[in-house]
């Protein structure tokens, strides 16, 4: 059971028949304990599926509003409540994006997979000069854009938009010889379960030794894995090997999970699902 504030909107997500037979009870807890004017429902994860249960998608009290917006550490941010990822936002990058914030300062800054800017606008308010983003989903840079305008503190003219696919993107700045400060690399769950590794293993291995040499000497890579198909000893191996192929001298010089309020059962390590690493490049 997930259960997300942006404002006065609260979205739940149950993904399992469990969570499901106490939906009553858990609708009627947060009607009670917050002061939230609209609970809206987005119980369609692909999870569902296994369990034979239908998506459920729509209001449970209230009215969603036609904005929904959410203030994080000074920044506005639009949100997609309906129809964006999970509930809309990545709160679990809450932490993640408050550190970037705090490296970009004077770093030229690639953010791939950059879904709706969470990670652009907090590397444009920690000083970075410029930030390039890429995506493939014109809604969610859309969207993005739409944020960036509601922070009118912040440098539009160094926010450059890219649609396209992420693969084919980080091969064409190759080629076109890009290079960047900083690099966030943030992508879709492309392991749902161990059974997905293999094939997670080259994609993920794929765009860090792209991202590896588009990193300038002294650069750092916030590169994350959301798959909980792929633990921290995987993630970092399939990091080292992209490192090796790229011929990139990089040290771990930090972690990321995520924010305290995604606690993990020791009985259910998959539920440590966010990890990343912070890497430097040699001079």
Same mark, same amino acid.
């Given at each position: ?8 909107v ?5 993904? @399992? ?7 009553? !009870? ?23 599926e ?41 709160l ?11 490296? @970009? ?48 503190? =912040? ?31 943030d992508?879709?769950k ?9 094939? @997670? ?10 991202? =590896?040499k588009?990193?300038?000497?002294g650069?750092?890579? @916030?590169?994350?894995?959301c ?17 090796l ?14 924010? !305290? ?9 998959e ?12 001079r």
């Amino acid at each position: 059971m997930i259960a997300d504030r942006y404002g006065d909107v609260v979205v739940l997500q149950l993904g @399992a028949a469990g969570a499901k037979r106490w939906r009553d !009870a858990l609708v009627a807890g947060l009607r009670r304990h917050t002061d939230a004017t609209c609970l809206f429902e987005r119980s369609d994860a692909d999870v569902r599926e296994r369990e034979g249960l239908p998506a459920r998608v729509g209001p449970l009290y209230g009215t969603l509003p036609d904005a929904v917006t959410l203030v994080e550490d000074g920044l506005v941010y639009r949100v997609d409540v309906a129809g964006g990822q999970k509930t809309g936002f990545y709160l679990d990058q809450r932490d993640n994006r408050a550190r970037v914030r705090r490296l @970009a300062r004077g770093r030229e800054t690639l953010n791939v997979f950059c879904y709706t800017g969470g990670f652009t606008l907090a590397a444009l308010a920690g000083g970075a000069p410029r930030v390039l983003s890429i995506d493939s989903s014109a809604p969610a840079l859309a969207l993005a854009r739409d944020s960036l305008a509601c922070n009118p503190q =912040l440098p539009a003219g160094a926010a450059e938009w890219r649609d396209a696919d992420a693969f084919t993107e980080l091969r064409r700045l190759r080629d076109a010889a890009a290079s960047f400060d900083l690099i966030v690399l943030d992508p879709p769950k492309l392991a749902p379960t161990a059974h997905h590794a293999e094939k @997670a293993s080259r994609a993920y291995k794929d765009i860090n030794l792209l991202a =590896l040499k588009l990193l300038r000497p002294g650069g750092l890579l @916030a590169t994350f894995s959301c798959s909980g198909g792929v633990d921290a000893a995987l993630f970092r191996k399939i990091v080292a090997g992209a490192a090796l192929d790229a011929r990139a001298d990089a040290a771990v010089i930090g972690h990321f999970a995520a924010s !305290a309020d995604h606690p993990c059962s020791l009985a259910f390590p998959e539920g440590e699902y966010l990890k990343g690493l912070l890497l430097r490049k040699a001079r």
